[in-house]
């Protein structure tokens, strides 16, 4: 398929697919203008993401009409690279070195849906066909996750902010600490999905040749049940209930002469994490999300500046642990995105306890776990997150082992990643965060970015006024300040 520049008859330029144009032979500029019109967008777009638009005349009236709006252009065919009839703000076209869900990613902050809005060029798509579905089913998916992601925010904002401010008795105590290394071993990363209990002896064997373990924190309690500890455990998530994957390890290791019989995991989590309050049972491995407000917290407690981006599952984080760790082949098992029939985790798994606390004659433990397979599946949460990780190509660098041969000892003997130090402490770790944070805020360096991040965690809006969230950190901070 050739694409040719033409003259229309007003002089602009339209382009010709055979017997085919994509622009207007007679007026482009007028056709995009009335086109806009016709579309009637509403005020609050933020973010415009024109597909296939050809030499974007569209974006000229987008411009008059939204001059605050990031306007976004996507491509199929190269042919139009540097003929825009105004430049975008971002563009992708192919043979970008970033594939689209990835550059979409990097241009886009997670928001509300009906503030992104996507613009088709249709003429176009009767010329590029499936080229051009293929951009939109990319579009589509990437908005879909995005608006999940804000959702998530939105709701445990706050609960995240809380989370921070607990932890920095740990952030800032004499409890173990751990620095990490690079090394040349294998890494298998262990989630909690059904396959996980396929890949046992697959997980064996590497991990007999000298591979390293990371396993999510949901997947703990079934590996322990095989046998297998991991050496590095991750925890991501906010939320209370997320306590439960931990509690078996440390009760594990709480017990006497628990830490002389098997060394206890590092525990790599996000500032933000909910965690259990025996936590000295483990050496602590904590990262930012690369946010500012993040970054500040491992500043005003000396951590290493360790950061992965949130994604939305733990499973994305531990992949990007293992990546930053392991130079060898990067191994996963559990990391399913889908359910056997009804199960939907590896057993035993922490969350059913409370299932079967809950079961009774009318409502048995089958029909409970049922309703909880159906619950999320409808959510679709699966199927954004599968979506990602086949985004990101992450089966040109990473073997499932429950797909592939595991010839034992493939990478050599697992080199010793994990170094752990004592952590020195100073009084008042709650004061001196709050402190630094409303610092922060006032600051003509830091204070925007800051205000516009914390606006979002504690007040679900736009950005606020600096002193009123400097009062809300000091009055969330209150209870905990007392326990100092």
């Known amino acids: 398929m050739e694409e040719t520049l033409v003259r229309s008859q007003c002089g602009l330029d339209t382009v010709l697919i055979g017997r085919k144009t994509i622009h207007s032979r007679y007026n482009p500029l007028t056709e995009a203008e009335r086109y806009i019109v016709s579309l009637n967008l509403k005020a609050n777009i933020q973010y415009i993401i024109l597909v296939e638009c050809g030499l974007c005349y569209l974006i000229l ?3 008059k009409k939204f001059p605050g709006a990031k306007i976004i252009s996507l491509h199929a065919s190269a042919f139009y690279r540097g003929k ?3 430049p975008p703000d971002a563009e992708w076209l192919p043979g970008s070195p970033l594939n689209r869900g990835l550059f979409l990613e990097n241009e886009i902050d997670d928001t509300e849906s009906d503030k992104i809005k996507i613009i088709e060029w249709r003429p176009a798509a009767d010329v590029y066909g499936e080229k051009y579905l293929n951009l939109i ?10 608006d999940a992601n804000k959702r ?17 008795f740990l952030f800032n105590s004499a409890t173990g600490m751990t620095l990490l290394t690079h090394c040349d071993s294998d890494c298998i990363v262990a989630g909690a999905g059904p396959g996980l209990e396929n890949a046992y002896g697959a997980i064996r064997r590497l991990v007999k040749g000298g591979a390293l373990l990371i396993a999510v924190s949901s997947a703990v309690s079934a590996l322990f049940h095989a046998g297998l500890r991991p050496d590095i455990i991750v925890a991501c998530d906010g939320g209370n209930w997320a306590l439960l994957h931990l509690f078996e390890v440390v009760r594990l290791f709480s017990k006497k002469g628990g830490r002389d019989v098997l060394p206890s995991p590092a525990l790599a989590f996000n500032l933000s994490a909910a965690l259990p309050s025996w936590c000295n049972v ?16 491992q500043k005003c407690f000396d951590m290493p500046p360790l950061s992965f981006p949130q994604r939305g599952t733990v499973g994305a984080s531990a992949l990007d642990l293992a990546f930053y760790v392991s130079g060898g082949t990067i191994y996963t098992a559990g990391i399913d995105f889908s359910h056997n029939d009804i199960r939907t985790h590896a057993k035993p798994y922490a969350f059913d306890k409370i ?3 809950t079961s009774n ?10 309703e909880r397979a159906e619950m999320i599946n409808s959510s679709g949460a699966n199927r954004i997150y599968a979506e990602w990780f086949a985004a990101q190509n992450y089966r040109r660098k990473v073997y499932s082992v429950t797909d592939y041969t595991v010839i034992a000892g493939s990478g050599g003997g697992k ?4 170094k752990h130090f004592k952590k020195s402490s100073v009084k008042n770790p709650v004061t001196r965060l709050i402190t630094v944070l409303i610092n922060a805020l006032g600051s003509p360096e830091a204070g925007g970015k800051l205000t516009e991040e914390l606006s979002g965690l504690l007040l679900n809006g736009p950005p606020a006024a600096g002193s009123s969230l400097q009062k809300e950190l000091l009055r969330i901070g209150l209870k905990y300040r007392a326990m100092e």
């Open 61 to 63: 009236p987008l411009r």
């Open 84 to 86: 825009s009839a105004a």
């Open 137 to 146: 089913k990319d579009i589509t998916t990437f908005v879909k996750r995005v």
């Open 152 to 168: 998530t925010r939105s709701a445990f904002g706050r609960r995240w902010v809380k989370n921070v401010i607990k932890n920095c």
């Open 282 to 297: 483990f050496n602590l491995l904590p990262f930012s999300d690369g946010t500012l407000f993040q970054n500040l917290v």
């Open 355 to 357: 299932l079967f606390g």
């Open 361 to 370: 004659r009318m409502r048995p433990f089958y029909s409970l776990q049922f």
């Open 415 to 418: 080199n010793s990643v994990v």
